[in-house]
């Protein structure tokens, strides 16, 4: 079992910047890849970016160059620095765990960009 904890959402004006964090407690040594997805009204969710344990990233095109994926020295928290916020990044963030058989998600902090 592992247990994600999203903190770090908030209201923000476009060209502003939010750092997104993301604490995982249980069984962490099982994680291969932790990532960031969101979903916005009325569309599917989707990848934002992701990170794995070796420290390989891969992000959204649409967050390339604004957005940065890391991992704290303890292995157990990731973070999603986002800068020049645009009001199409508003969504729910969620953070996400893979293991080699099944994923879990956190609860999601809501980010809202006004123009």
């Known amino acids: 079992q592992v247990q994600l904890v999203e903190s770090g959402g908030g209201l923000v004006q476009a060209g502003g910047s939010l750092r997104l964090s993301c604490a995982a407690s249980?069984?962490?040594?099982?994680?291969?890849?932790m990532g960031w997805y969101r979903q916005a009204p009325g569309k599917q969710r989707e990848l934002v970016a992701s990170?794995?344990?070796?420290?390989?990233?891969n992000y959204a095109d649409s967050v390339k160059g604004r957005f940065a994926i890391s991992r704290g020295n303890a292995k157990n928290t990731v973070y999603l620095e986002m800068n020049s916020l645009k009001p199409e990044d508003t969504a729910d963030y969620y953070c996400?765990?893979?293991?080699?058989?099944?994923?879990?998600w956190g609860r999601g902090t809501q980010v809202t960009v006004s123009s």
């Open positions: 996400a765990a893979f293991l080699v058989s099944r994923s879990y």
């Open positions: 249980g069984s962490i040594v099982s994680i291969n890849v």
């Open positions: 990170i794995t344990g070796g420290g390989i990233t």
